[in-house]
């Protein structure tokens, strides 16, 4: 497969699953009704960030798979880090189990630092793309715990 083909594919998969899920949760999402905590952004943040991130996710991958660094266990931790992330969106706007998105988040932290390493130790580049998205789940999880602590 082209080098092309492989990022493009590579950076379609999370844009495409983070479409999906932002179709799933458009129905349910109550943010702006929220008491929010210092630090808040407006919701229009939200969308462009998570293309960014998406983006920057992709060519990160896009990286390894192009230059055939790969392997099952980079698989397994970035489609599973894919996963979790996904669901921590219905978690939270779907579901609305506040508390038990802030525990999944956290879990989704685990994994990204894991992500982060491994594709570090195949591709500095790879590894360090995935830092914004750490950050931004870091603040993400503030924002999930601050909403869940003013809200209940």
């Given at each position: 497969m082209s080098k092309f083909k492989i990022y493009f594919k590579s950076i379609l998969i999370p844009v495409i699953i983070?479409?999906?899920v932002g179709f799933i949760i458009s129905g349910?999402?109550?943010?702006n009704t929220l008491e929010k905590p210092?630090?808040?952004p407006p919701s229009i943040v939200f969308p462009i960030v998570w293309t960014i991130i998406y983006i920057?996710?992709?060519?990160?991958?896009?990286?390894?798979?192009?230059?055939s660094l790969t392997d099952d266990n980079i698989n397994l931790v970035y489609y599973l880090q894919l996963f979790v992330n996904a669901l921590w969106s219905i978690i939270?706007?779907?579901l609305k189990w506040r508390l038990f998105?802030?525990?999944?988040?956290?879990?989704l932290i685990v994994l990204v630092i894991l992500m982060i390493i491994k594709f570090y130790e195949k591709n500095k580049i790879a590894g360090l793309l995935q830092i914004p998205y750490l950050i931004w789940i870091i603040f993400a999880s503030y924002l999930n715990l601050f909403i869940y602590l003013l809200n209940n």
């Open positions: 983070g479409g999906i349910f999402m109550d943010y210092f630090l808040s920057l996710m992709g060519v990160s991958y896009g990286i390894l798979k192009s230059n939270f706007f779907v998105a802030f525990i999944w988040i956290i879990l």
